[in-house]
């Protein structure tokens, strides 16, 4: 039936409501907006989700998936000089993190019984979070690859069977002393890919567990740029790329940010910024030759 109503809600990351938009009819193919919550006030900088709700005459709803939006906070201006290239400094920057385990390591194919190496797993990451993130919330999500299941087999598709892995985890931190009231799961079997379905080794990458913390995690610049490094490996460029934004602020002068973030938006597909990054970067650090000589080559 036709759409009689629409709505947007976004969300920031501990999932409380900060803007909604609403109107009548079909939603618009696109929707402006300034960064201020419904109550008036600038939001953060950083990560925020929406979604949307569509409703027809008969009443009936659908609901997309969630997605990202970046607030971005204000640029400094162009006109100001870039500063010289400093050494890493002690100062400490706080972001938020994700854990990400890889469910053959968890579970058995086609299970989601923890297995005993699994728990020693958890148990290592929940004493990191309980050092850097106390009191934080926790988002737990089950990815799958796209191969059906087997007939006959305990779950009847991935996406029960990734919810099913996202409770067994939840379930775990738990019994740690992770409250409950802290906690949320999410299954969305193979619909968020990480790497490609094609070869085996993209499979495995997105057979995983993610173990989400919606709090702040406190570290020294080399330290962070050894964390960004990691989910840039791991192909969490998304991620990465939201921790990097917010760096940029507060370590304006690192190179390695810049060409991490350079990195993550030539993988995203987005071109003119992935441009924009490796050129400040080669800007900081002008002695960059592998990075001038791929600036030089690029079409």
Known sequence: EDITKWKVTVRDTGGREVKIFTGEGDPPRELIWDGKSDSGKLV????????????????????????????????KP???PIPAPTVASEEKFKYPYAFQFSTDLLFEAGRAELKPEAVRALEEALGIIRVHFPDSLF?????????????GAQFANNE??????????????????????????????AAKPMASNNTADGRAANRRVEMIVYGEKEVHQDEFIQDMTALVGQGSYEKATVDLLRAA???????????????????????????????????????????????????
């Not at 569509?54 to 009936?60: K, S």
């Not at 067994?168 to 079997?189: D, E």
């Open 44 to 75: 953060e900088g950083g990560e925020y989700r929406f979604d949307l709700q569509v409703e027809d005459e008969e009443e009936q709803k659908g609901k997309s998936e969630e997605k990202m939006v970046l607030a971005k906070l204000k640029p």
């Open 78 to 80: 162009a006109s100001q």
């Open 139 to 151: 988002l737990v999500e089950g990815h799958t690859d796209n191969v059906p299941l087997s007939a």
């Open 160 to 189: 029960q069977l990734s919810q099913s892995r996202a409770l067994a985890v939840q379930s775990m931190i738990i019994t740690r002393g992770i409250q409950v009231t802290r906690t949320q799961i999410l299954g969305f079997g």
């Open 249 to 299: 602020y507060v370590y304006p002068t690192d190179t390695r940010v810049y060409r991490l973030l350079g990195t993550c938006h030539f993988k995203l597909g987005d071109m003119s910024r992935a441009r924009e990054a490796y050129e400040r970067a080669l800007q900081l650090n002008p002695g960059d030759a592998e990075l001038r000589t791929f600036l030089q080559d690029w079409k």
